[in-house]
């Protein structure tokens, strides 16, 4: 019998360009608002920001802009993902995301991609 894992992808643009932890949390909270749009769960959300993942995972108070995004991060997540996990992988592990992220750099505009795997 074969598994197939099914990935659904958008890519945004982002402006003005701001620090990568920042940029990255800004993404989570983009990824968890579309997820939460299309009814979806649960979910594991893997991201190659570690900053971002131990920020997230922290229970310590930062008032900074990214500090505001990972609160607000955590308040969409624990309203609408039980069950679910935000997790830190190695960026050699997410290759296909690498992939998507160098598209989004030929788009001003954002794009929904189906990915299957076998």
Not at 22 to 49: C, M, N, Y
Not at 85 to 108: A, C, M, P, Y
């Amino acid at each position: 019998m074969t598994h197939e894992l099914f990935v659904l992808a958008k890519t945004e643009w982002f402006a003005p360009v701001c620090e990568v932890h920042v940029d990255k949390a800004l993404r989570l909270l983009s990824t968890l608002e579309w997820v939460h749009q299309l009814h979806l769960g649960p979910i594991d959300f893997e991201l190659d920001a570690k900053k971002v993942v131990n920020s997230f995972s922290s229970a310590h108070q930062d008032v900074t802009e990214f500090g505001m995004i990972i609160h607000n991060c955590k308040t969409i997540f624990k309203q609408y993902y039980i069950n679910s996990r935000v997790e830190f992988v190695k960026r050699q592990t997410n290759e296909t995301i690498h992939d998507l992220t160098k598209e989004t750099t030929f788009s001003t505009s954002f794009r929904i991609l189906t990915i299957y795997f076998s």
